[in-house]
């Protein structure tokens, strides 16, 4: 692998990962609630909003 290819690499990780965060955010803020559920309906993440209207 060359040196290109790695830092083309490197790039990408971190722009999904700027990406991936930039998502999170957005859910931890959103005023409308928000979860995330299994196939077996376990919940998964539940964001400030859902947690306040069902707890």
């Given at each position: 692998?060359?040196?290109?290819?790695?830092?083309?690499?490197?790039?990408?990780?971190?722009?999904?990962?700027?990406y991936?965060?930039?998502?999170?955010?957005?859910?931890?803020?959103?005023?409308?609630?928000?979860?995330?559920?299994?196939?077996?309906?376990?919940?998964?993440?539940?964001?400030?909003?859902f947690?306040?209207?069902?707890?």
């Amino acid at each position: 692998m060359c040196p290109t290819d790695r830092r083309e690499r490197t790039l990408a990780s971190q722009s999904v990962n700027k990406y991936i965060l930039s998502i999170q955010e957005i859910y931890k803020n959103s005023p409308v609630p928000v979860c995330v559920r299994n196939q077996s309906r376990k919940i998964l993440y539940a964001n400030g909003a859902f947690i306040e209207l069902f707890s």
